[in-house]
């Protein structure tokens, strides 16, 4: 059995920077644990899979899985795949929406051909919990002293939680690193798997880090399903432009040498029609993996 896929470096238009997919386009015949061990074999932040006999016209059915799990949303994922859809004539490549049926419902992505970019509107996010500050700082290695002052950690959630904590400055954001037995301590009372977002504003937006290690991912060099909900959270605690049709970018994976540039835009004030996140994606390769039955 040949199961073909395609790669591409998402949220960047520079090769072999931005996040890396796979995109297997057609998953048929391919059960879950067949799917969770090839995205462990590939060993991405994540690989999809389209499956064509369960998609309809209005929505294509896709899956997600990091090494070690599968997402129920995630966003270099999303337009990743949806990119691919186009490049291949899944769908045709002048529709200026194309809808994901993932786990978490359904996604849509909107095109934006004069900036070349695809967006993706971000699931309902919720607030779920605020975790002491210095605690979340010892999670990042750091002190207390480093984070912002008089601004809570919290945990939000748009299909993935993400605990979102603000530091001082760049370099801060660069020498945090997770210390996994104090942040799995720290959110040990979370049924779902979480991850562990830190950043500091910036004049254009935010520049940031993501660590999900019970996701079976170290570090994460954009995560698109975490900055919709970055977007709200700065917003609410005065870190970012408030107001209908803000436009800012997260800058991420900068320190682990690929740097992905998130675009987002804010419908309604602060976010309550929508917030959109953008990116480009550029094809790598393509390949594809044989099965064979034992």
Request: aromatic share 6%.
């Amino acid at each position: 059995m040949e199961c073909p896929y395609h790669l591409v470096d998402v949220f960047t238009s520079t090769p072999l920077e931005g996040n890396a997919l796979a995109v297997f386009t057609d998953a048929t015949g391919l059960d879950a644990r067949t799917m969770q061990r090839i995205a462990r074999e590939l060993n991405l932040s994540e690989t999809t899979f389209i499956l064509p006999k369960e998609s309809s016209e209005a929505a294509t059915r896709v899956r997600i899985f990091t090494p070690a799990y599968e997402m129920e949303f995630a966003g270099h994922p999303t337009i990743g795949t949806v990119s691919v859809m186009r490049s291949i004539g899944f769908v045709p490549s002048d529709s200026q929406t194309i809808v994901l049926d993932e786990n978490v419902g359904r996604v849509s992505v909107r095109v934006d051909d004069g900036e070349d970019l695809l967006w993706l509107t971000t699931p309902p996010i919720r607030e779920i919990a605020q975790y002491p500050r210095g605690a979340c700082a010892t999670a990042l290695s750091l002190e207390e002293r480093d984070l912002i002052p008089d601004v809570p950690c919290m945990l939000l959630s748009a299909g993935n939680p993400n605990l979102f904590v603000p530091v001082l400055d760049r370099e801060t954001v660069d020498r945090a690193w997770v210390n996994e037995p104090a942040f799995a301590q720290l959110v040990s009372d979370q049924p779902e798997p979480t991850c562990l977002f830190v950043f500091t504003p910036t004049e254009r937006g935010a520049y940031s880090r993501m660590f999900g290690p019970e996701f079976g991912i170290v570090e994460d060099p954009a995560t698109g399903s975490a900055t919709g909900p970055l977007a709200k959270y700065m917003m609410q605690h005065g870190l970012a432009s408030r107001g209908d049709g803000t436009r800012f970018i997260s800058e991420q994976g900068v320190k682990m040498g690929r740097r992905s540039i998130l675009h987002v835009l804010i419908h309604g004030e602060n976010g309550a029609d929508a917030i959109e996140i953008g990116g480009t994606v550029t094809p790598i390769g393509s390949g594809s993996i044989r099965l064979d039955p034992k």
